[in-house]
Structures are given as structure tokens and as C-alpha cells.
């Protein structure tokens, strides 16, 4: 014990320097859970091989609470994998790894953090894989502030857990009373915590969270709690170890001044920077993983009608024994999304996670970390409930495919509150995320294929209606690619669309043909990456873009085709979703809000100035 | 008892009539909440006046389920309100009011629902206003479903109600067993949500559902209870009432073939159709105001640097006295957005959210039914958590106004997870929204006022770093405009932005200037609506458009300017967020980022050919 306080010493110092040096950071967050990390780390109970950090043995550590990460790159000075000097030099420096919240460029790095309240359901996602993938014994602990315990997607993380029975799991929070501008909901009230935590049906161990023996003790105990998740839930004192930041306000993102980190740094006594804490190595066991068998062909009858969120489903399944690794999760919509397919065909490896949005999108990341590949499926429209945690992921290299079902206006009757008009917009914005939007079964089929050859964070967007089959299996659709379905010589025009507007477009092309005028039709599938060369040739060749899209007309096709052709000197119309839409037929709603094919005739004979268009452009 | 029964009876009838008629929608959904609503409505428990359903006496009512739709409309036939014709005839059908989920065409309607998880949030914001705003005896009522209770936004507004001691607030939770594709986490356990919800400090009343008199009388004991909100907790069977919905899977979002309705209609026994019900009517108190008092005008020093975010604060406190309905939410963050500044001038208008984004929006989304003009502030990157609740308030018409501080790499060392780089693109999505990106405090002052002064929904973007003030007091910004700041005869491109990177912009000019080198410099503030006709003069007169802006490529400034110029040709480059964001100082990450004077230099070089430049552009 003499030597685990001898450490946290030590990690304060480190906390104290690296701030100071850095001019900005959350000492005094980082102070609050010295002992918590110490004991774990350094006490015998966390197993990882320091040499290997993505070991499949190794216990993971999440820090929920970001912004502690001073504390982070402490611990792996004492562990003896970063030197003081780099940590002190390089803490929030630009081109450093040891940035100002978790990065993955440092490799002890378990997932990147810093937006609060998303930390525990990484932990479900790696604890899911734990008990239910790789059937190994690793743990997965995760460090959350007491101010994030108000965040929703905390208690979606606490429920599925529970029902999961995850006690693999276990949570160590550090109510340190103050949240960056004051007081927390509940202050020092550990009770009012440990009342609501129980409720969800936790294993909860209250600790004074400066007590080693007290935090060492409780950890041990969570090691033998069966059948449900743990929480230790830590009383600890805001920037502990220096007198004048004690249980002070105005503390919270702010380094001491030199002169401060001096006096500071006095009061912690002698520190042995020599010191180094011991890490448990963890066993060798092989994951758990399910034969590889090729997949089946495709196979559709060319005539029927097949709605592309069930060609998704179909897709998931037909791939399954050809990646054991694809998993799929669902938010209780499974049946609308069609992901119901897969989970009958593989139930072992689908996750029902009920209406937790949020948490469904930090489980998948999780899984992902350990090698999965997850299919995330909701209504698209839902899945804006988790843009936060889908923005954050990013940040985390990860390979995620999201599959937004009942895109658009044309899912009909149920209005907007069910229609993703705005879901290519999110996904768009992703770094080097790829959005992919196919017309039908066959090209969603080839999509999902597509999404498991390549790592990288993709999204897919499905129609809800059946719609016919476009292309023959043998066609390909890469990445950055696009289709084009119509084209002559005598073209006045280039109809870029996707996904149900494409049968919209054409539609008005037959029409337009009949009357001896030619368009031509591209299949734009993907739009980010987007194929600017094809897309810039088309243009050229016609002189005039009309985009016709089921989305709002922000962020969108209509967009990513502009931001394409932006160098090139051809006017790009564009049709969307442009009157407040509500309850109707397919048709109908189509029709109202201008992208259905009698309102892109409309706008081709106004561009052309043909017959029956509106007048000039 | 015996009428209520008949009217429950009435309201069956209605629900299956109406969805066999538009052969779509949730009739199993709508008749286990039968006796619940029919207790509360026709009970005496609820108050309204019928013929002023804007009465601020009223007692308001919430579907949070909004798939129950069938019921709120059977509930107005019987309360003499709708003819069961136009139900049976409107319901769903395109053009109507009676949409598939409750639309705010209906006057019945509290405010649009149908994305789960979201009705209490806003009942939160309707009872924050009748207990410390209006001062008003009226309850607010909420119908939840049992599968959105594992939605992590249900357990924020738990959790906020009970610190605001709302106990105007009632839940009333139809656990029907079955969600959409199965049951619920929980099924009947009504012990489960009970636990959970009476640990979050609320009075639990576990009822038979289908019981009006338990229902009535733990209505009756809600009215008692001080100091805490109270849930209604109703054991329910989905499909009450038919023999061959009861109980079973299946009949989720299901309407009856007309054989299946006869069948119902027949287990309904005699329906007295001309039966009304009666709703008891409400005070006639006034709700208190404020006294509205001229603002005083603003005062900075043209040479000082300030923050935008806090002349956001300056103006949200300078224009409190003239805005007696301005009030001000915040998420644990007001010393950063600055709202801080309104919560010290006005402590009665300023509500503390903690960490509950999601739920803030639907509590200030609540504050705006009742006439008050929310301010919602976070940091823009964090206000993406609460997306759903943002598409879903447009359905609404609300009067709400979004605040994201800390856009863009400019804010430095924090790194990525704090740094909003999404957020235009968000806001930009929302139909008919106004987004405005200022670059100096005058510019956000007078943008404050112009939120203030209009209806709708609306985003104002601040910056973290202090900037030098640009703009006169005089200088008038009207939505939908822009500044030019720079202009000559001679200028040969069009630099537009907004915001932090206004200022690379005008070093750039500067730079160039010295050169001999002329480029018009455009402060667009406002994105959405954008002044079209001025981009369009500007693009025209100068033959290229080049865009900076501290946001990713899509969906922002960029994309916004492209639009707006479609039937323009004159190419437009865009300079954007291109590399991985990471820590360092600001001007560091500007320059990382290619969107720092340097990069706007070099770019505009390579486009004019100028010395230094890197070719053909």
C-alpha cells in the first residue's frame, strides 16, 4: 500500500507539470482520481500486457471523462511507457499524441473521448464482446465523472448492461462534486447516486475514493459479482493533494501558473520520480471465432419488386458465415430495417439494444475495437439521436457501417417524425466517412459487400418501399463510383438522383424520349466519395445538372454534386424535399414535395425551354 | 363510471373505424391507452376550454407515443370537437390534419411527436413555465409508451423534473408489454419501472390500466403530491378490447382489414356514437410578466477584442429587461457559452440543464409553447447530441433559438471532442431555419436582437477566441444579408466566409493588396437564408468565388455559397477543415487545416496564377 501511494505521488506530479507546462488542461479533475487509477492499475487488479496493447487478453480502461487525461499519460509514465520529459513536453502540443482529451495516436488510447456520457457504453460494446464473441475473461472499466452521470445515454449504457448481464463490466465514478461551473445535480450525495444505479440493477460499492484499501477492496469484491454489471462509486475531493484547490469552484479547465504548480508540487512532498508501478499481465487465451465460409450468390428474380432495406437484411445474412465477424445491433426496429433477417439466420450475433440509440452506437464502436465489423441499423431518421456519439467515433478510426431504413417522404403516411430527410447531411459530414444510397436489391446487396471489404466509417441508405431490380448480379459497384443508366450522343442534360428518385428520373426520361428529347440518367449509389471525374464528364458533355433527391436540399445529393463540379463552369439545378411534409401516399408526397417525376419534367422543359416548362431558367 | 366506460367504448370504436378506413397506423398501440386518457380527459381531472386551446390556463396534454395518434383524435370526437366522419376520412389522408403522427395542423395538438423519448423533456419546459415563469396552476400531462422508457432522454427529464420539484408534471406510462417487434426489456414488470423511477425521487403510481377507477383515483392522489412529479404507472394490454390483437406480436403498426374491423367493432358490443364527454374547464388567472423595459444600447471599445460568444452573453443580459420571454438553458456550460452573463443579470429566466442536452431542447421546445423565446446554449459540437430533438421541434413551428459556442479548430488545445465542425450543417438542414455565424461582437449583438425580434427556429455559431471588433454600432445586420468589407473595380476573385477565419481573410487581403492584387472580401454571417442576389453580383463581377470556413467541407459555408450561386457559372473553391483536427494552438490548426491567411494565400495564388502559386488552378 506504502508503494501504491508512492505512485499516486507520482501521478500527481506528472498531472501537476504536464498542465502547467501546457498552460491549459483539467488538473484538478485528474487529481480527484488518482487513487481510483492507482489502485486499479497498479494494485493487481488491472491485467495487460504493456507491450501489446491490442493483446485480446488484456483488460481495456475507458476513460469516460476525457478530460482527465492527464492522468492517462501519467499512469503510463509510472507504468514505464512514456517518458516524464515527453509527457511534460509534449502534453497538448501540436503534433503530439498526448493531446488534450484521449487520442488514438497514443497507443494506450482505448477509444477516444471527450464528449461526455458516451465512455460506459464503449465499455458495454467491448464487455458484449467479451461474454458473448470472443467468450474471453478479459474486463472492461471505465472512468466517468460525476456531471456525466445526468446524460441520458448514461442510463441507456446502465440498463443494456444490466440486461445483458455484463458483469464483466464495471464502472468506477469519480464524484468529485464539482462540474465545470459549479455544483453537480447531487453534489456530494453519493446515496442519490447509488439509489438510481442499484435501480438499474448494478452491484453498486460506495468508497471514499482516496482511500486505497477502501477502492482495492471494493474491486476485489466486484471480481466475484455474478449476473450483473458493477459501479464504484468514488466520494473524492475536486483537485485532491493541493490545499488551494480542494473542493474550489473556478478550477475546472484551468492549469496553475508556474509560481501555483511550485507550491503545488511542495505540498505532494518527496515523489520518486524513479518509481514504477507493476501491471498484471493477462492470460493467453484465443478468442472465440466461427468458421469462414464463402457466401452464397445473389439471386433475384429480375422482375420482382424487392424494397432495398430488405435487401440489406438479406445481404447481412447471405455474408454471415463469409465474415464472422459482422455483427449487427438494432434499436427494437429490426423488423422495419430488416435486420430481423440476419439476427433469425445468426441470433448468437445480433444485439437487440432496444430504444437506446445512443448507447447502440457506443456498444458498436466497442465491438469494433475488438476486431468486429457492426451493422448499425435504425430509421434513418433515428439515427440523428446519436449523432454526438457518431461524431465522435470518427475520431476513433473505427470500422462502423450505419443503415438508415424509411428514408425520405416517400416512406408515406406515417409523416416526417419517421423520415430521414436530413441523414445524408450527418453522415456527410464525417471525415472520410462513405455514404452510399442504392436504388435497388442488387446494388444494396453489393453495397453491403462492399461496406465489409473496406474498414472505414460507412453509412447505407434504405427505401422502404419495393422498388424493381435495376441491375444484373454481375454488375459492380465500387466505392466512389456511379452509374450511368441513359446516355446518347444528343443529351441536354445530365439527371443525377439516387435511391427512389432514380425511378422518378427515369420515368421522366421515357417520357422526355417520346418526345424525341434525351437526358441523360446517372445512378449516383455513392455520393461521398463522390466520382467527380464521371460526374465532370457528364456535365461537360451536356452542359446542365438537374439533381433530384428525397432529402432536405441542405447537405445533401444536390450538394456533394456541386461541391463536385464546383471548378466546372456548368449550372447544377437541384430538386429535394421543399415543402414542409406530412402524412400521404408515397406518391403523393413525392409529387408535393416536387421530386417526383411530373414535377422533374416540369423543371427539364423549364431548363430546356421546351414545350409546357415554366420560361426561362 | 358507467358513462366513462361508454366513452372508452366510443373511443375504440373511432381507433379501429379510422385506421381499418386509411389502412395503415397503430390501433393495438391506441386502445391499450384507452382507459388512461378517457379517465384523465373525461374524468374531471383535466381542465381546457375547448374553443381556446391556447387558453394559458389549460391544462396540457403530451403524446409522447405519438403512434397513438388514433386516440388523441377519438378523444376530440368525443369531446364534440372533430365529427367522427372527418376522422374516419381525414385520418392520414394526404392534406389533412389528422396526420399519422399529431401534427400542429390539428389545434389539438400540444406539439408534434412520433421520434420516441421526447414528450416528458417538453413537459419538463411546459411545467418549468407554469411553476416559475407564468405562475400558473395548470398540470402538464404526458402519455408515454413503455419501449421509450429505455430511451436515455426519458431518464434526463426524470431527472430535471425532480430538481425543479415539478410536481405540475404527470407521466402517465402505458406498459403494454410489446413494442414494435417483440417485448419490451421489461414486459409487465411494472416492479422494474417503478424501482427505477421512484429512485429517481418521483411518486409512483402503479395502476390496472384498464381500470378507470384506480386510474381516477391515483389521478386523484397526483393532485396532492408536492414537491415531486408524480408517474402513472398503468398495467395495459396492447390491443385492449379486441380478442385477436390482445396480447399478441404482430399488430405493431398495423391496421385491421374491414372483415378484421367488423369482428372488433361486433366485440365492442353497442357503441353509442352521439355520446359526448365533458372536460372540465380551467381558471381564468393571468400569467405574470415582467415588466418590458427599453434595452440599453451597446457599448464596446472599437479597439478591444472580444469573444463572440461573450457578447453573445452581453446581449442575452443587455436585452433581458426588453424581453420579458427571453429565458436562457444552458448545459453545464455557461462559463463557456457565456450565458452565464444573462443567469447573473437574470436568475428567475435562466435554467441550469446539467448534462442533458437532449433534454434541454425538449424543455425549452416546451418553454416556446407557452410563448417564451428559449435560448439553448452548449458548445456547438455538443448541441449534435441532442439532433432528434432539433429535427423533431421544427414540426412544431417553434420559436427557438440555438447557441453552439467553441466552432471550429480555432478553439485549440482541447482537441477534436469539444471542436463543433458539424454544426451549419446540422442547422442548416432544418427547414426554414436561420443560420448566422458572426464575426465580432457587434455583429452577434445585433444578430441576438434580430433572434429576438423575429419567429423560428434559429442558430447563432460563436467563437472561443477573442476577436477584434470589425463593425460601427450603427451597422445594421438583417437576416438573409451580408457585409462586403473589402471591394475594388479591380478585384479578381470573391473571398467569402464568416466568423474566426474572417479574419485570415482580411490578412489575406491585405497581403495581396501590397501586391498589387484586388479581391473582394465577403463577411457572409448569415448562411441560411443566404443573400443570393449579393453572391451572385459578387461571383458575377470578379469571375471566381473562393470559401473559408472553420467547419468540414460539407454541409456548411462552402456548400450554403455553391447553392446560392447553382445557376452561376463561375467556379467555387472552398477551403474547409481537410486534415484530422487534433490539439495545438489555434493558429497552429488554422494553418494545419488549410484555412489560415497563409492557405488563403496560397490558394489564391495557385488560382491567379500569381507568383508562388502552385500552377494552374
Redesign the interface.
Known amino acids: 500500500m506504502a508503494r501504491l501511494s508512492k505512485l499516486a505521488a507520482l501521478l500527481r506530479y506528472y498531472i501537476l507539470r504536464a498542465t502547467t507546462a501546457?498552460g491549459?488542461?483539467h488538473p484538478s479533475s485528474s487529481l480527484s482520481a488518482v487513487e481510483l487509477l492507482t489502485a486499479l492499475v497498479f494494485g493487481g487488479i488491472f491485467r495487460y500486457d504493456p507491450d501489446r496493447p491490442q493483446h485480446p487478453n488484456n483488460d481495456r480502461l475507458i476513460f469516460s471523462k476525457?478530460h482527465a487525461s492527464p492522468l492517462l499519460y501519467a499512469l503510463w509514465v509510472a507504468a514505464g511507457k512514456l517518458t516524464g520529459e515527453e509527457l511534460i513536453n509534449g502534453y497538448?502540443?501540436?503534433?503530439?499524441p498526448l493531446?488534450?482529451?484521449p487520442?488514438v495516436?497514443f497507443p494506450y488510447t482505448e477509444v477516444?473521448?471527450?464528449?461526455?456520457?458516451q465512455g460506459l457504453s464503449i465499455g458495454v460494446g467491448l464487455a458484449l464482446n467479451a461474454k458473448y464473441l470472443d467468450r474471453l475473461p478479459y474486463r472492461t472499466y471505465v472512468l466517468l465523472g460525476d456531471?456525466?452521470m445526468?446524460?441520458?445515454?448514461?442510463?441507456?449504457a446502465l440498463?443494456i448492461a444490466r440486461?445483458y448481464g455484463l458483469d464483466n463490466l464495471v464502472g468506477l465514478v469519480d464524484v468529485n462534486r464539482l462540474?465545470?461551473?459549479g455544483e453537480?445535480?447531487f453534489g456530494h450525495n453519493l446515496e442519490a447516486y447509488a439509489?438510481?444505479v442499484?435501480?438499474?440493477g448494478w452491484e453498486v460499492f460506495p468508497v471514499d475514493g482516496h482511500s486505497l484499501p477502501e477502492i482495492l477492496q471494493a474491486l476485489q469484491e466486484s471480481l466475484k459479482v455474478k449476473g450483473c454489471p458493477s459501479l464504484i462509486l468514488a466520494r473524492t475531493v475536486k483537485g485532491k493533494g493541493v490545499s488551494f484547490l480542494e473542493e474550489r469552484n473556478g478550477w475546472h479547465?484551468r492549469a496553475l501558473n508556474p509560481e501555483e504548480c511550485r507550491q503545488a508540487l511542495a505540498e505532494l512532498g518527496e515523489v520518486d520520480l524513479n518509481l514504477r508501478g507493476e501491471i498484471r499481465l493477462p492470460e493467453d487465451l484465443t478468442p472465440e471465432s466461427p468458421p469462414r465460409r464463402p457466401a452464397p450468390p445473389l439471386d433475384y428474380d429480375p422482375k420482382a419488386r424487392v424494397a432495398t432495406r430488405r435487401a440489406f437484411g438479406n445481404a447481412l445474412a447471405r455474408l454471415g458465415t463469409q465474415y464472422p465477424e459482422l455483427v449487427s445491433l438494432d434499436a427494437?426496429?429490426?423488423?422495419?430495417t430488416m435486420a430481423?433477417i440476419f439476427a433469425r439466420a445468426f441470433p448468437e450475433r445480433f444485439f437487440e439494444m432496444?430504444?437506446?440509440?445512443?448507447?447502440m452506437v457506443g456498444a458498436a464502436l466497442g465491438l469494433g475495437l475488438r476486431g468486429k465489423i457492426p451493422f448499425v441499423s435504425s430509421f434513418a431518421?433515428?439515427l440523428?439521436?446519436a449523432?454526438?456519439q457518431i461524431?465522435?467515433s470518427q475520431?476513433s478510426d473505427p470500422n462502423l457501417k450505419f443503415v438508415g431504413s424509411h428514408a425520405g417522404v416517400s416512406i408515406?403516411?406515417?409523416?416526417?417524425?419517421?423520415m430521414g430527410?436530413?441523414d445524408l447531411?450527418?453522415f456527410?459530414?464525417?471525415?472520410n466517412s462513405v455514404v452510399l444510397y442504392p436504388a435497388d436489391a442488387v446494388a444494396t446487396e453489393r453495397l453491403v459487400e462492399e461496406m465489409l471489404k473496406h474498414r472505414g466509417l460507412m453509412y447505407l441508405r434504405t427505401t422502404r418501399e419495393a422498388t424493381p431490380i435495376l441491375y444484373s448480379p454481375e454488375e459492380k459497384f465500387p466505392l466512389g463510383g456511379l452509374k450511368i443508366l441513359r446516355q446518347s450522343e444528343r443529351d441536354r442534360l445530365a439527371l443525377v438522383t439516387a435511391g427512389i428518385t432514380l425511378f422518378e428520373a427515369l420515368a421522366a426520361y421515357e417520357a422526355l424520349r417520346q418526345e424525341g428529347v434525351f437526358v441523360r440518367v446517372v445512378d449516383l449509389y455513392c455520393l461521398?466519395p463522390v466520382d467527380a471525374a464521371n460526374l465532370t464528364r457528364a456535365a461537360r458533355e451536356t452542359g446542365l445538372v438537374l439533381t433530384v433527391e428525397d432529402h432536405?436540399?441542405?447537405?445533401g445529393l444536390?450538394?456533394?454534386v456541386?461541391?463536385a463540379l464546383?471548378?466546372?463552369?456548368?449550372?447544377?439545378?437541384?430538386l429535394a424535399v421543399s415543402q414542409?411534409p406530412?402524412?400521404?401516399?408515397p406518391q403523393?408526397?413525392l409529387d408535393?414535395e416536387g421530386i417526383s417525376c411530373r414535377a422533374i419534367l416540369a423543371k427539364i422543359r423549364e431548363l430546356l425551354n421546351l414545350p409546357g416548362g415554366g420560361g426561362e431558367?
Open positions: 501546457a491549459s488542461g476525457g497538448r502540443r501540436f503534433g503530439s493531446e488534450g482529451h487520442s495516436s477516444a473521448t471527450g464528449s461526455l456520457g456531471s456525466e445526468a446524460e441520458g445515454s448514461v442510463w441507456e440498463e440486461h462540474g465545470q461551473r453537480t445535480m439509489r438510481r442499484a435501480a438499474f479547465g427494437e426496429v429490426s423488423n422495419s430481423e432496444y430504444l437506446t440509440e445512443q448507447n431518421a433515428f440523428t439521436r449523432f454526438d461524431r465522435m475520431y408515406g403516411w406515417d409523416g416526417p417524425s419517421q430527410l436530413e447531411a450527418m456527410r459530414t464525417l471525415r461521398k432536405y436540399p441542405e447537405g444536390g450538394e456533394a456541386r461541391s464546383a471548378g466546372v463552369p456548368v449550372p447544377v439545378y437541384s414542409k406530412k402524412s400521404g401516399s403523393e408526397l408535393f431558367p
